[in-house]
């Protein structure tokens, strides 16, 4: 099987995160930037089904150039290329030009499978799996907890509000995974090594059939007016409970009128 | 005044959900608000009253094994058609899973731009977003096409506002490619009568300190006492202390409550990000120095194993 994941670079969620004064977007210069923690659990799900059932594991990334870094990182947890789509054009594109973007490099791919993560931790709007598929016209399964593959049949099941859901597609297709998936492995000592020397393609928008003004700043659908820091939130009262802890605890409830 | 369309977000076991109204209260500032329910048999049906008594002047139905059965392409398709047809002044969906796949799907459909996890939404369009776990406040604008936008619950606060509206059947028309993701079965899970975890006015949590899953007892008794729902932490969920449908923080669900009540959790960036923006939140947990206390507008350093009985005592003795 022929499988795609979907690897895309972040602020690190773990530390301040900004967005630029100058044009709104995300601060990658000033930030750690690393994969996006989800798609560590896609990566793992590839392989998975890569040890079991054969083929080719992909990472598809695009970003600017320091996105190398989380590819190499990617690349060390076993897949066995990589495509870099990489062009200055692409800054400041909106969700809907990126879907377009990466729809095209996915169609050069010939995937039987695009494997990501259900959202990224910077915008963690959750709306590309489905742009995608919208664009290819193949099925998406979201938000998977479980993933089955049975010859060209997937079956994914999914958390939902009420239960969960059993959903079932033929491929090729596009699947996307919660945390709750697997546990991702670590690289090996070999796997960082064997990394560095495994295949990264770049591909730029020429490349890829899609006109410099369709991305970046000129062809996104949305734009970000202004943006301000929240003031922190201060702690108010912190008391030791000396006995009376609980009953404290509800005077408190009690003055906000929850009790 | 032009169409806002309201893509209705219900359940069968409680129906319309809060989300449902906060939107349609919302769209009462942008236009006329018309609610589009897309699902089973006879659902518009079941769910027009409370659509009505929240301002839905018309309803939109498209009903069936059709739109049901797969994953959301038919509705997304069905969404589209009725958009180029009453060309609304906005279409609104929940900033809830289904309602950010079906929008995705639209604003590639349409060409559209999108805006997700909106708390705010002005009369010009502007809509408001929270940003980087609460920290950030962005304004932002659907800059090509209309305002499609995916509302994040707990956002604005319901108004009735009574109307009686009738009820307009859509012809289904969608395509082989709509089917290619089929439902198999759909399996409900216990959850008594707590409310909904990202609509809930009150949520308690767990975390590592609850020490087990039959600990989690105490936070659903404390939760119950105070009407709310209960949450729990990445390190509880990933214990298995709870299950992970109930997880706040950056990998789980984000709650903006009334109030949060913090038990036995650290406060890890990865659950700030999940609930920092809860209107009051109260923290117990034994170690006085934890983050969480940075946040708390009320904590209390101690054993939670005696803290919350006490509480929940005090609770029963008020009531």
């Known amino acids: 099987m022929n499988i795609v994941v979907l690897v895309k670079q972040v602020p690190d969620s773990g530390a301040d995160r900004n967005l630029r004064n100058d044009d709104n977007t995300v601060d990658r210069g000033s930030a750690n930037n690393v994969i996006n923690e989800m798609d560590e659990y896609a990566i793992e799900e590839a392989l998975k089904i890569k040890e079991a059932h ?5 990472i598809l990334t695009m970003g600017p150039d320091r996105a190398t870094e989380s590819i190499r990182k990617a690349l060390s947890m076993g897949p066995d290329k990589a495509v870099h789509v990489l062009d200055d054009a692409l800054h400041g594109s909106c969700a809907v030009a990126t879907s377009k973007v990466l729809a095209a490099a996915l ?3 010939n995937a039987d499978l695009v494997i990501c993560g259900a959202e990224s931790t910077d915008g963690r709007v959750q709306v590309m ?12 399964l979201t938000g998977a907890r479980k993933l089955t593959v049975d010859g060209a049949t997937l079956t994914v099941e999914r958390q939902t509000e009420e239960g969960y859901e059993v959903v079932t597609a033929a491929t090729p297709a596009v699947v996307s995974v919660w945390d709750t998936i697997n546990e991702p492995r670590y690289p090996s000592f070999k796997g960082i090594m064997a990394a560095k020397k495994k295949p990264v393609q770049t591909l730029s928008l020429a490349e890829l059939g899609v006109a410099a003004d369709e991305v970046g ?7 970000v007016v202004e943006h301000t820091k929240r003031p922190p939130r201060s702690g108010g009262a912190k008391i030791t409970d000396e006995g009376e802890g609980g009953v404290k605890l509800v005077e408190f409830l009690a003055t906000e009128k929850f009790v | 005044m032009s169409e806002v369309l309201v893509v209705v977000e219900a359940t069968k076991e409680f129906g319309v959900k809060k989300v449902t109204l906060e939107m349609l209260t919302l769209a009462r500032e942008l236009g006329t608000p018309s609610a589009v329910v897309l699902g089973g048999a006879g659902a518009a049906e079941a769910l027009s009253g409370k659509l009505g008594e929240y301002g839905a002047e018309k309803i939109y139905a498209a009903e069936g094994d059709e739109i ?8 997304a398709t ?7 047809r009453v060309q609304p002044a906005a279409v609104l969906l929940a900033s809830a899973q289904e309602g950010k796949e079906i929008a995705a799907r639209l604003a590639v459909k349409l060409d559209n731009g999108i805006l997700t996890d909106v708390v705010g939404l002005d009369a010009d369009g502007t809509a408001t977003q929270v940003a980087f776990a609460g920290s950030t406040i962005v304004k932002s604008k659907v800059t090509k096409g209309l305002p499609l936008v995916t509302v994040r619950p707990n956002s604005v606060t319901p108004a009735p506002a009574a109307a009686t509206p009738a009820i307009e059947q859509l012809s289904v028309s969608v395509t082989d ?11 409900a899970e216990q959850k008594g009568s707590r409310p909904e975890l990202t609509e809930a006015g009150v949520v308690v949590s767990g975390g590592r300190g609850v020490g087990n899953a039959d600990n989690f007892k105490l936070v659903e008794e404390l939760a119950d006492l105070l009407g709310g729902a209960v949450g729990a932490s990445r390190a509880a969920v990933d214990s298995g202390f709870y299950p992970h449908q109930f997880q706040v923080g950056q990998t789980g669900k984000t709650v903006s409550p009334q109030l949060y009540v913090a038990l036995g959790i650290s406060g890890a960036i990865q659950h700030r990000a999940g609930m920092q923006t809860s209107k009051t939140i109260v923290a117990v947990n034994k170690d006085g120095e934890a983050p969480i206390f940075e946040l708390a507008d009320f904590g209390v ?12 005592e005090e609770i029963r003795k008020r009531k």
Do not use: C, N, W
């Open chain 2, 177 to 187: 490619t709509d089917k290619l993701a089929t439902v198999v079965e759909r399996v």
């Open chain 2, 68 to 75: 049901d059965g797969y994953l959301v392409a038919p509705k």
């Open chain 1, 129 to 140: 799996p489905h742009m995608i598929a919208e664009r290819l016209g193949v099925a998406a």
């Open chain 2, 78 to 84: 069905v969404l589209a058609e009725l958009v180029k």
């Open chain 2, 301 to 312: 350093v101690g054993d939670l194993f005696k803290i919350v009985p006490q509480a929940a």
């Open chain 1, 217 to 223: 700043f000129d062809g996104a659908t949305s734009a």
């Open chain 1, 107 to 109: 169609g050069q791919l």
């Open chain 1, 54 to 58: 054969g083929g080719e594991v992909t």
